[in-house]
């Protein structure tokens, strides 16, 4: 043993350490373990909600929101110039995120990229990454502003309708969550990881989840296969085509699923026979670049021979990557490989994780939840954003118009509140006596002394009296809103569709359906590009399809009680919509239908998507890959287009049009803004307008009056009059009892959209339309 003193005893204990403790100090004993746990799942916690999980409500981070909320305080609005992302990143540092620089950074440029956010929320200049993989450039040079969806989620942030908190040094108040006018969480998805957990959430079209939003809250207890039919899948802002398996369906029902993404592809023939294949979409979150040395390094180790040169012709217009192919290289073979080889097709991991609260006002905790559970959340949300709007606004009417009530008393007893006020010795004195004499409250005594000497005119006063009455009924309003949810409801749907007005866009990512015996064998195969061939379809009122080549042109053997409502001329790689008569539609692709003859009965909807309609169709058209509309119209004389593009991307089940209750689709066709209309009823009477004037609407919409139909009869022939002009034209009108005469069209003129009709010299009428369109009635 050494005789040196013990260095612990030469100098005071340290706090905790084993010596003794020191004046007015105390030692607490604790178990390592128990406080090791505990600090771990502090610090766990504290990541978990404060920084790597998004909001189910608003869908962002912290850092996202108070990047936002910076921006929205600095005055960067989308109308206004862009400003130094570094000044931005200052702003957030300093007074909300007491982390680095990069981190915000990273978060900033992130809203920024269209390759990333279905929606971008902010709105940069300079270079902000690519979807190569590039970094953005350094804060200094690029430059920011808020999106104009952005707005979006801000709106009515400064009415009461979040509450804030303090930030992180006591200075200054933070949104605990923005107000958020649309389902963010879904729209733009969302990624991080924590601790212990992760999330990683698909970005989706904004127009199909406000649509299923719409669908809630007339139906709270729609189930995830009703909301499917609405938003069948994700909507990834770089494209591709999205393959229609169970993990989809298992993604939105538990919340934990893989989405399986392939590259858009296509095939060319180069002067002198050289194939190729062109990709032009590549799946969500790939790097391009790695994607071509991955190409390149398996032509180089010969498991590509196929493949003689390799090029990536990207620019501004889109993406182009050239695969070149040796000559007699089967390109559909090819590309087949390259899909199982590299991330041309590639999973998407669905782990659908947000901060949710239990019950109002618990702390919010980390819980996996499905798309349902995700919508019903965020319409809880936008019911408590909208009861406090609308309170605030209340309160602030209210107590405008209890001054006003005040500057009233003291109109009406002008002369003496100025005699009184002249009276007084000081401002507090008048004050007093204002309240005293007429039962004024200070707030009301203090607007009297501060209103001006003009405000006594005769004109003034009548101002006031009317502004007073606004207000009362303004409150009025509120009221009934405040007291009735039915109402509040009805404002939120009208306040989501106009969000969807402004900002919805038609879906990038197509959906390709996969059979489940494909499914079942775990293999996918790859979308094979055929030269399209020329076909007719023909579509039944009872669901019964057939595609026959367009050299036969036999009529069609149908069932009497099955008549014809579409004969489609088409190609292979063209698009179908179905609709029936309780406005339900179906997408199906031409090429899907087997070719026959037109002495065969063909095939049903059901055989070839698994479900069909229940009811009878109305009609059907071609999608197609241009633009133009879809035109609906009902047996009431409702008239509804809708672009085309709102349907893409879809299969199975969806809303092609609105119908209500009392009515029924009688007619669906593809028409223009040039064309014209021919809307015939059951009484005789036939009209003519322009296509223009029915504006395209939401796929929801029941559409406007296009004829006005007597109570008794209904709309039975609905004609489209290509580019509008009569050009020798002839309508074919067809009576109940079997007579018939042909006129000019000239002999109807436009007469504009919702008019009686003029009168076609048959009292019961069966059919009225172009000579052009009897084909539908026989046949081809």
Not at 211 to 237: G, K, Q
Not at 246 to 251: F, K, L, Q, T
Not at 466 to 488: F, V
Not at 724 to 750: F, I, M, N, S
Request: some cysteine.
């Amino acid at each position: 043993m050494s005789d040196q003193p013990s260095l612990f005893a030469t100098q005071p204990a340290a706090r905790g350490g084993g010596g003794p403790p020191a004046a007015g100090e105390r030692v607490i004993d604790v178990d390592i373990a128990e406080r090791m746990e505990q600090s771990f799942l502090d610090y766990s916690m504290s990541v978990i909600v404060g920084r790597a999980l998004p909001d189910i409500r608003d869908g962002l981070k912290p850092v996202q929101r108070r990047i936002l909320h910076a921006m929205i305080e600095a005055g960067l609005r989308p109308d206004r110039p862009h400003r130094k992302c570094a000044a931005v990143i200052g702003d957030v540092m300093k007074k909300y995120h007491p982390h680095g620089d990069a981190s915000i950074y990273d978060a900033l440029v992130r809203m920024a990229q269209d390759f990333q956010m279905r929606a971008p929320l902010v709105d940069g200049h300079g270079n902000f990454g690519s979807v190569d993989g590039d970094a953005a450039a350094a804060h200094r040079y690029t430059e920011a502003r808020l999106s104009a969806i952005a707005m979006e989620l801000l709106d009515g942030i400064d009415s009461d309708t979040v509450d804030f908190v303090p930030n992180y040094d006591g200075y200054e108040q933070e949104p605990v969550v923005l107000p958020a006018r649309f389902p963010n969480l879904l729209v733009n998805g969302a990624s991080g990881i924590a601790v212990g957990m992760a999330t990683n959430i698909p970005p989706h079209n904004l127009g199909e989840v406000v649509d299923a939003c719409l669908h809630l809250i007339r139906r709270p207890d729609a189930t995830v296969d009703e909301l499917m039919a609405i938003v069948p899948a994700p909507d990834f802002p770089t494209g591709a085509r999205i393959l229609d398996t169970v993990g989809i369906r298992d993604a939105y029902l538990t919340g934990r699923g893989a989405v399986t993404v392939e590259a858009v592809a296509a095939t060319e023939t180069r002067s002198g026979g050289l194939p190729r294949i062109v990709v032009t979409e590549i799946p969500y979150q790939i790097n391009k670049r790695t994607l071509l040395e991955r190409i390149a390094e398996l032509v180089k180790d010969k498991k590509a021979e196929e493949i003689r040169d390799l090029r990536d012709e990207s620019s501004r217009d889109g993406m182009r990557i050239v695969i070149e192919l040796k000559r007699g290289e089967d390109p559909s073979r090819v590309l087949d490989k390259l899909y199982r080889l590299t991330d041309l097709r590639a999973n998407f991991n669905v782990n659908f994780v947000a901060l949710t609260s239990p019950n109002p006002g618990d702390p919010p905790q980390p819980r996996t939840v499905g798309l349902r559970e995700a919508l019903v959340a965020y319409l809880a949300h936008q019911r408590t954003v909208l009861t406090r709007r609308t309170a605030h606004r209340r309160k602030r009417a209210a107590a405008r118009a209890h001054v006003l009530e005040g500057l009233g008393v003291a109109l009406d007893h002008l002369d003496e509140v100025i005699a009184l006020i002249r009276a007084a010795d000081t401002v507090d004195d008048a004050r007093a006596g204002l309240m005293a004499r007429y039962g004024l409250t200070e707030v009301q005594a203090a607007a009297i002394l501060d209103m001006q000497l003009r405000r006594l005119a005769a004109l003034e006063r009548r101002k006031i009296a009317d502004e007073h009455r606004e207000l009362l009924a303004t409150i009025a309003e509120l009221d009934a809103i405040l007291a009735d949810p039915a109402r509040l409801d009805r404002l939120l749907a009208d306040e989501l569709a106009g969000v969807r007005k402004r900002h919805a866009n038609p879906r990038r990512s197509r959906i390709a359906a996969v059979t489940e015996a494909v499914e079942a064998a775990g293999d996918v195969p790859a979308a094979v590009v055929l030269e399209a061939q020329p076909v007719t379809v023909y579509v039944t009122a009872g669901g019964w399809l057939k595609s026959v080549p367009q050299r036969r042109t036999s009529v069609p053997n149908t069932h009497p009680r099955d008549p014809l409502v579409a004969v489609l001329r088409a190609t292979t790689d063209d698009a179908l919509l179905l609709v029936d008569v309780e406005g339900s539609g179906y997408r199906l692709g031409a090429g899907d239908l087997p070719v026959t003859t037109t002495r065969q009965r063909g095939t049903t909807v059901a055989q070839l998507i698994g479900e069909g309609p229940g009811v009878p169709l109305a009609g059907a058209v071609v999608l197609g890959s241009g633009g133009g509309t879809v035109l609906t119209v009902s047996a009431n004389g409702l008239c509804k287009r809708t672009e085309r593009a709102e349907y893409e991307g879809r299969t199975r089940a969806m809303i092609a049009a609105g119908v209500r209750d009392d009515d029924a689709l009688v007619a669906v066709a593809a028409c223009e803004d040039g064309d014209h209309l021919l809307l015939a009823h059951s009484g005789g009477l036939v009209t003519r307008f322009a296509a223009a004037e029915v504006r395209p609407m939401g796929r929801a919409a029941a559409g406007v009056a296009g004829l006005q139909v007597p109570g008794g009869e209904r709309v039975v022939a609905v004609s489209v009059v290509p580019g509008g002009g009569d050009d020798g034209r002839e309508v074919v009108t067809l009576a109940a009892d079997g007579g018939h005469k042909r006129a000019p069209l000239a002999e109807y003129p436009p007469k504009g959209r919702g008019g009686k009709g003029l009168q076609t010299g048959v009292a019961a009428l069966a059919w009225c339309g172009l000579a052009a369109d009897l084909h539908v009635l026989v046949g081809d």
